[in-house]
């Protein structure tokens, strides 16, 4: 259920490649400014991960081994069938993506209120692929982080410059937002982002068509939302579909998001993809 391996293993070489630049260009003081964020950098690697406890030894509750021992264990996704995007001069709008592959989409929204250091092990142990939609700032600001993230399995996307409304606003306006934002995490993360969520899900035809010239081919609102540790529905079902996007953010409860996220779609007999995978 995870990225692919070569996904993966190229992410390991492109982030190792980029600390060894950095260590060779960057002097001592900058080298430590950079890693001493405001949350201590994980205790290993993601691309070397934890060990795990011994077999006779039982997980802690709340401890990164107790989340991974309790993360469901998944089928393999399926093969990708992208979908379609018809050339409209504007970036298509989801709330579910129109699929029918058993599989569900993770998707964790700003990144500047709360970065839980364990996160990246725990997405890299359990395996679970994630879209992270970053307001350009915080993806700055805190990027050791965010590319931990991304050598565990994720991919960033957009979420504007300042996380404010759109709907309603000039092209102008939206085009600074959403463009800006592009503009620094290409230079931040060396891919500009191809998908977008505008801030609070408001949107109209004008962030489409933004969005669209910014670089994304699909604007993404959610079909469930998960806050500490609850899933929330926003469908009469109460049940994970195929293709539903599940909304949860950077707060301190997000392990415990993650996991109840796991637990919907494994219940639902869904196992979890990569969003970048479907839309291509």
């Known amino acids: 259920m995870s990225a692919t391996p070569a996904r993966r293993i190229l992410a390991v070489v492109t982030l190792l490649a980029l600390l060894v630049l950095s260590a060779c260009t960057a002097g001592p003081a900058l080298h430590v400014r950079r890693i001493a964020t405001d949350q201590p950098a994980l205790s290993a690697s993601p691309a070397a991960p934890s060990a795990s406890p011994s077999p006779t030894t039982k997980p802690v509750p709340g401890s990164l081994d107790w989340y991974v021992s309790q993360a469901p264990t998944f089928p393999e996704a399926p093969p990708p069938q992208p979908v379609p995007l018809p050339e409209t001069g504007a970036a298509q709008f989801w709330h579910r993506l129109p699929t029918d592959q058993r599989v569900a989409f993770i998707t964790i929204d700003d990144?500047?209120?709360?970065?839980?250091?364990?996160?990246?092990?725990?997405?890299?142990?359990?395996?679970?692929?994630?879209?992270?939609?970053?307001?350009?700032?915080?993806?700055?600001?805190?990027?050791?982080?965010?590319?931990?993230?991304?050598?565990?399995?994720?991919?960033?996307?957009?979420?504007?410059?300042?996380?404010?409304?759109?709907?309603?606003?000039?092209?102008?306006?939206?085009?600074?937002?959403?463009?800006?934002?592009?503009?620094?995490?290409?230079?931040?993360?060396?891919?500009?982002?191809?998908l977008f969520r505008p801030p609070f899900g408001e949107h109209d035809a004008t962030t489409l068509r933004a969005a669209h010239d910014c670089g994304a081919k699909a604007v993404f609102h959610w079909t469930e939302t998960v806050h500490e540790g609850r899933v929330r529905y926003q469908t009469p079902e109460k049940v994970v579909q195929p293709g539903d996007v599940l909304l949860m953010h950077f707060r301190p409860a997000l392990m415990d998001d993650l996991l109840a996220a796991l637990r919907a779609i494994h219940r639902a007999g869904l196992t979890p993809a990569l969003l970048e995978d479907y839309v291509r």
């Open 111 to 194: 990144g500047g209120l709360a970065r839980p250091p364990e996160v990246a092990d725990f997405i890299w142990r359990a395996h679970i692929p994630v879209t992270m939609f970053l307001n350009s700032p915080a993806a700055e600001e805190h990027d050791v982080y965010f590319r931990q993230i991304m050598v565990a399995g994720g991919v960033v996307e957009n979420h504007t410059i300042t996380h404010t409304s759109l709907a309603g606003r000039s092209y102008d306006r939206q085009r600074h937002e959403i463009c800006g934002a592009a503009d620094k995490l290409e230079a931040l993360f060396g891919k500009r982002p191809t």
